[in-house]
């Protein structure tokens, strides 16, 4: 539900419920006995506002959200006789704010940021877990992304971005025990539209992007498994339009 206003400002309410099933068994937290996986539901309540500056192409939004989930299935890091780890259901409750801005300009520049605070915390699980926060789950979450497009002369239809993403510490197990390190990623996109070349071609966009252009790799550890950040990757696309 939401509601504009003649000044631009637009406040909003949302209240949402969901329900997914779940295949396969898990572990009670208490007695250790493998079950049947029980269905995950949510609720969650979300309030925000927006503003739409006057005579110009930008909006900022703050947002404050909610989540309460029942029965989310997640690996603890213990192992069953077999060897495989088990799989359990907690109750999280996953609390924050976002704020988020962007603007486009009429000389190609257009730009985009935005910083999420997150605090996840485990309401039932195991023993020692209760009232900590979910492992590999950062409090803070910041972009920064910038586009320009030419607008004319030879490289008309060019268009090059590029953007940076912090991402913060997190625990590395639900214990909290320790925390894996805070980092920065790169990422880059480049974009040429053939419709600037030739008005028959009007709607052929080739795209390719990168991420983690630096390829920036630290170890991230959750509930006893650790793993390093996906390397760098970059891929294209090739789309006409009509």
Request: net charge negative; hydrophobic share 35%; glycine share 12%.
């Amino acid at each position: 539900m939401s509601y504009r206003t003649e000044w631009g400002i637009i406040p909003y309410a949302n209240y949402s419920t969901s329900f997914s099933p779940n295949l396969g068994f898990v572990y009670d937290g208490e007695t250790n006995e493998r079950q049947v996986a029980q269905p995950t539901t949510a609720e969650q309540m979300e309030f925000g506002v927006k503003y739409e500056i006057p005579d110009t192409n930008a909006i900022i939004s703050a947002a404050y959200f909610d989540i309460d989930q029942t029965d989310g299935v997640v690996l603890d890091g213990t192992f069953d006789d077999a060897g495989n780890q088990r799989q359990r259901q907690l109750d999280l409750t996953s609390r924050g704010f976002e704020l988020e801005g962007s603007a486009s300009f009429d000389n190609g520049w257009s730009f985009i940021g935005s910083y999420t605070y997150m605090q996840m915390e485990i309401k039932k699980g195991l023993p020692g877990t209760v009232g900590k926060e979910l492992s590999s789950t950062p409090n803070h979450i910041v972009s920064l992304w910038g586009h320009y497009d030419f607008q004319d002369g030879a490289m008309e239809g060019l268009g090059l971005g590029a953007g940076v993403r912090y991402v913060g510490e997190s625990y590395g197990d639900d214990l909290n025990s320790f925390k894996n390190d805070d980092r920065f990623f790169v990422d880059a996109a480049l974009s040429y539209d053939f419709g600037a070349l030739n008005p028959d071609m009007e709607g052929l966009m080739l795209q390719v992007n990168a991420k983690n252009l630096l390829d920036e790799r630290k170890p991230v550890c959750t509930v006893g498994n650790c793993y390093w950040d996906e390397g760098r990757s970059v891929f294209g696309s090739l789309r006409y339009r009509f």
